[in-house]
């Protein structure tokens, strides 16, 4: 079982930044790969960016050219930068985990292959 554990949530204003972490109890480099999910009030969990253990990162495209998915192995830890941050940017946002327990790694990450979730940390951002 590994835990995941967000924080760096907050409110902030239209253009603002934040800067999410996600702490895991197991080495990161032993995950197929590690994203953000976020789900705002009424509307489905979407994903926001991931990134495989390759290093490949995807971005959905509301958030592409503001936010920035990184992860540090040593510190066993998975990070999202949010610069501009816009209202519609306001959810929870889940840290998710693939740990490869379906016996592999699929080419990309998707909800299906996720193992382990965070509880969340809910991002605000006012007009």
């Known amino acids: 079982q590994v835990h995941l554990e967000e924080s760096g949530g907050g409110s902030v204003q239209a253009g603002g930044s934040l800067k999410l972490s996600c702490a895991a109890s197991e080495y990161i480099y032993k995950s197929c790969g590690m994203g953000w999910y976020r789900q705002a009030p009424g509307k489905e969990r979407e994903l926001v960016s991931s990134i495989m253990n390759d290093g490949t990162t995807t971005y959905a495209d509301s958030v592409k050219g503001r936010f920035t998915i990184s992860r540090d192995n040593a510190k066993n830890t998975l990070y999202l930068q949010m610069n501009s941050l816009k209202t519609e940017d306001t959810a929870v946002y889940y840290c998710?985990?693939?740990?490869?327990?379906?016996?592999?790694?699929?080419?990309?990450?998707?909800?299906?292959?996720?193992?382990?979730w965070g509880k969340g940390t809910l991002v605000t951002i006012s007009s």
């Open positions: 998710a985990a693939d740990w490869g327990l379906r016996g592999f790694c699929s080419a990309g990450f998707d909800e299906g292959g996720v193992d382990y």
